[in-house]
């Protein structure tokens, strides 16, 4: 079959054409050749070639070797990377992981062979042809994810691969051939042989397609759960086996988890499914740690999380109760910063009902309190510290960042104008009382 070359892939023809001339084979691989077959957008342009990665940096002035023991070369050209890797085939595999050698091939067969899944086998020639030895087409079209060879070796071999598969499965909406499920959750233990940091780069994938809610039926259907090499905590995993319980059942769209779809943004997915679960701050922030999220990602989803469980008891607001509420949610703004509870509020309207989905007027009422709080940072606060000190004629203590923050909420909260006046009046009359509390 000849595909019409995509853009991408054009543009990369003049590396491709460089290798052909000095007499190497050079196609397109992996994930660009299976997406540009289904007519998706495709990602990186990986280049499999017949050349040695030493021929390959002799004959690109701009390359960088990046894993010359894999064979891999990354080339430049006109700003934008490719990966130029030689054919190879796998020794034995060793800790159910990494291959225990690789060694360099001339032929195509054996390096698609190697590959994970029939889809993942394919190649595209220079003249746009298919090259597809495993039937990769084949069960694209019938939605089908089947491994090549042999399922459970596969499996043993490369323990990374199952959680691929899930996310496969998910991501492109297929469906197993039953041999590969079957061994998949017969070597499901085996994932305890896969770095936490590669767990999270599936995961994180899983939910940064389009229906992620797929990937994770599969997952939970898998037994995967079970055998992070780093164990879930037991409150995590019997809330996830408990979903998993209520998922069985269902079809897809009844499923008691978020509507990610609404959720553009990865990390506002990632609270979403800590919230659906009904996970604590607490539980949420273990399971970030053992998947090795950065320090950024986790205090942002911790806030998210936080703001959840600060907001969420207060039900949906009354007529009667909007003062108290309009505090509490100053205080949460103040304290979780603004763009959490944002994204709080875009995702508390997506939730399941059984976890606290604010109804579309209450969020409406936080969105316009937030719209219209006169400050929402020490920075917007129209005092600093010094005219504070100079004001009061205190020496300097841990009262003044204290009395800040009061004033801030007072500020936020409207019980006085964000005016240096009124604030320094105000802080005045509050240092007082403070002081003679103190006595
Ligand atoms: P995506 O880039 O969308 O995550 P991909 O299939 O391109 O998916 P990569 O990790 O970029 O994934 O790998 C490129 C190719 O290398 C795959 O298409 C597959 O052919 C092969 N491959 C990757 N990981 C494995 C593995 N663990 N075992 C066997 N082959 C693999
Ligand atoms: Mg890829």
């Not at 002799?58 to 030689?86: D, R, W």
């Not at 291959?99 to 993942?120: A, Q």
């Amino acid at each position: 079959m000849r595909l019409r070359l995509r853009d991408e892939m054009i543009a990369a023809l003049p590396i491709m054409e460089t290798l052909e001339e000095a007499g190497h084979e050079a196609v397109f691989v992996g994930g660009a050749v299976r997406d540009a077959v289904l007519g998706l957008p495709i990602q990186d342009v990986d280049i499999a070639t017949s050349a040695t990665p030493e021929e390959t940096l002799a004959l690109f002035p701009k390359c960088i070797p990046t894993g010359l023991q894999h064979g891999t070369v990354t080339v430049v050209q006109h700003g934008m990377t490719y990966e130029v890797t030689t054919y190879r085939a796998e020794a034995a595999y060793v800790g159910h992981r990494k291959p225990s050698e690789v060694v360099f091939i001339k032929g195509l067969d054996e390096d698609l062979l190697r590959r994970d899944f029939t889809m993942n086998a394919m190649a595209i020639q220079l003249s746009g042809e298919l090259y597809d030895p495993c039937g990769g087409e084949g069960d694209l079209r019938a939605s089908r994810l089947r491994c090549v060879g042999d399922p459970s070796l596969r499996f043993q071999e490369d323990a990374l691969r199952m959680i691929r598969a899930v996310r496969f499965l998910g991501a492109y909406r297929l469906a197993p051939v039953p041999s590969l499920w079957r061994s998949l959750k017969r070597h499901a233990a085996l994932l305890r042989h896969v770095a936490m940091e590669r767990v999270q780069a599936e995961l994180d994938k899983m939910l940064g397609s389009d229906v992620p809610e797929r990937a994770l039926i599969w997952l939970a259907a898998s037994g995967l759960l079970s055998h992070w090499k780093e164990p879930l905590p037991g409150s995590a995993l019997s809330k996830m086996n408990q979903a998993m319980e209520e998922w069985k059942g269902s079809a897809g769209d009844e499923l008691q988890l978020t509507d990610m779809a609404q959720l553009p943004v990865k990390d506002e997915r990632w609270a979403a499914v800590f919230l659906s679960l009904a996970f604590t701050g607490e539980e949420a922030g273990s399971v970030m740690s053992q998947l090795r999220f950065s320090n950024k990602r986790s205090m942002f989803i911790s806030a998210v999380i936080d703001c959840h469980e600060r907001m969420i008891d207060r039900g949906q607001p009354t007529r009667n109760d909007v003062a108290p509420l309009k505090r509490a949610w100053t205080e949460v703004v103040l304290t979780a910063g603004e763009s959490a509870a944002r994204s709080w509020l875009r995702i508390a309207r997506t939730l399941p009902h059984n976890q606290g989905r604010l109804t579309q007027p209450s969020a409406a009422l936080l969105a316009s309190w937030l719209e219209d709080m006169p400050a929402k940072t020490l920075k917007e606060l129209a005092v600093g510290g010094a005219e504070v000190l100079q004001r009061l004629n205190r020496p300097a203590g841990p009262w003044l960042s204290k009395t800040l923050s009061r004033l801030l909420l007072a500020a936020a909260s409207g019980e006085t104008a964000n005016e240096k006046d009124k604030l320094l009046a105000w802080a005045e009359n509050w240092n007082e009382e403070d002081r003679s509390d103190e006595h």
